[in-house]
C-alpha cells in the first residue's frame, strides 16, 4: 500500500518508509502494514460546510453529481453544505482524494 499522504514526523515517515518496503518483499502482510499506516500517518483533515461547497465549485458541478461520485444521497450533501452534519470515514476519504486528485480520480 504506498500512500502519497504526509508522515506526522521525518522519523515517522523513515518507519513507514521501511514498513512499506518490508511490505513489498513479503516481510509483512498487508493488515500490518494498515497498523503502520494508522501510526503513522496524518488523519484525512475535516471537512466542514464551506470546504465542501469550494470543492463543488471548483469542480462546477451539482450536489447530485457530487452525491453521486460520493455514492451518498443528495440530501446528505445537502446537510453537510449547511452545516447539519459532517461527512466521515468513506465519504471523507473520498472529499479528500477529489481535493487532492481532482474528479477524474473517483469517476
Request: proline share 6%; with cysteine.
Amino acid at each position: 500500500m504506498n500512500t502519497k499522504r504526509k508522515a506526522k514526523s521525518p522519523i515517522l515517515e523513515a518507519v513507514h518508509e521501511t514498513a512499506t518496503d518490508l511490505k513489498d518483499i513479503g516481510f509483512i502482510n498487508i493488515h500490518k502494514m494498515h497498523k503502520y499506516d494508522a501510526l503513522c500517518l496524518e488523519p484525512v483533515p475535516p471537512y466542514d460546510s464551506g470546504k465542501i461547497k469550494d470543492l463543488r465549485d471548483r469542480y462546477r458541478i451539482s450536489q447530485a453529481v457530487l452525491a453521486s461520485v460520493l455514492n451518498t444521497s443528495l440530501s446528505t450533501v445537502r446537510k453537510w453544505e449547511v452545516g447539519d452534519k459532517h461527512p466521515s470515514g468513506p465519504s471523507l476519504k473520498l472529499l479528500s482524494i477529489l481535493d487532492r486528485k481532482g474528479l477524474e480520480a473517483l469517476i
